[in-house]
């Protein structure tokens, strides 16, 4: 049995400490959070402190208590989303029951993240926000190439991906085509989304790295995916 009287139980001033720092933690992430909607929607040049502090109905003094400015913003930003594009990298790792899958179950993913996504990210994030842009290099070219890495030796093992291809010049050239469609010179004269074209680069990217048994794999894969959302759409 506890005694409320030992430690800090029974320590009012102790309590008041420890529910101001999760009101304060609390504040933090809902700012951070609040940052991430905005800037992805509108980029990151186009808002400000002052945008952000009006979307939470605080002041932006009080924004400023927890990140000192925009650039701090920033960082905690896209640390946020790098620790959330490696939760759910690792999550479809244990997930995929082999290497087509494996990508197959990354579009959910690519798709999570570019359906509100504004071109405009990582033009704003690469000039103005050079340290947050250096970060987000580091996860690119880390991270995210041995992930690709890593599917592409499997799928080899596996007999799904053929045997000659170049993993290390095909996982980079994986990584850097992710982020081909936030050109803008990319859309000039075809009317597509950016979604859209991510789909279309992931999926023909898959089918060129397959064996005829990895196509057939993929193909089944691929249709499996269209029937689960056509089934989610028809029920909203």
Excluded at 19 to 26: A, E, L
Excluded at 67 to 73: E, G, P, V
Aim: overall charge neutral; hydrophobic content about 35%; charged content about 25%.
């Amino acid at each position: 049995m506890v005694n409320t009287c030992d430690g800090n139980f029974g320590n009012d001033k102790s309590f008041r400490s420890f529910v101001r720092n999760m009101t304060d933690i609390d504040n933090k992430e809902r700012i951070r959070l609040a940052a991430h909607d905005l800037m992805m929607k509108y980029g990151i040049r186009s808002i400000s402190m002052d945008d952000i502090a009006t979307n939470l109905g605080m002041s932006k003094k009080t924004i400023y208590q927890f990140y000192t400015d925009k650039d701090a913003l920033v960082e905690a930003v896209v640390d946020g989303e790098i620790n959330r594009t490696r939760g759910i990298c690792e999550n479809d790792k244990q997930l995929a029951e082999n290497a087509v899958h494996e990508i197959v179950l990354a579009i959910d993913m690519v798709k999570e993240i570019f359906k509100t996504i504004n071109p405009s990210l990582l033009f704003d994030l690469h000039k103005y926000h050079p340290a947050a842009f250096l970060k987000f290099n580091q996860h690119k070219n880390t991270f995210l190439y041995k992930i690709m890495y890593d599917n592409i030796q499997w799928g080899k093992k596996q007999k799904l991906y053929r045997p000659e291809i170049n993993t290390e010049i095909l996982a980079r050239f994986r990584v850097e085509s992710m982020f081909i469609p936030m050109n803008q010179d990319f859309h000039a004269g075809i009317n597509s989304t950016l979604l859209e074209a991510e789909e279309q680069i992931i999926t023909h990217f898959l089918y060129g790295l397959t064996t005829p048994g990895g196509y057939e794999m993929a193909l089944k894969y691929l249709n499996e995916r269209k029937k689960t959302t056509d089934k989610k759409l028809s029920k909203q």
